[in-house]
């Protein structure tokens, strides 16, 4: 079955929100485990800093993690607009 979403409109999403793209053309399982992964890291980051890290540097883990889901959600969208 084809994706009727545009890859560039799937990447939009997954900048935007975490997870958006991936539920967006289906795998709402994925996206949602990146969502999870995200929070983990995000607080895991939060827990082993000092509190006079930046706000980047806080949630270091989970934004490494959202990086790197926005590339797999344009991937998978490309994959299935083919």
Request: no cysteine; proline share 5%.
């Amino acid at each position: 079955m084809r994706n009727t979403l545009n890859p560039y409109a799937i990447l939009a999403l997954a900048i935007v929100l975490p997870g958006a793209g991936h539920v967006a053309i289906g795998d709402a399982r994925r996206g949602l485990t990146f969502v999870l992964f995200i929070g983990l890291f995000s607080i895991l980051t939060f827990m082993t800093t000092t509190p006079d890290q930046s706000f980047i540097a806080r949630h270091a883990g989970g934004l490494f993690i959202w990086a790197l889901s926005i590339p797999d959600a344009y991937r998978r969208a490309r994959l299935a607009w083919r």
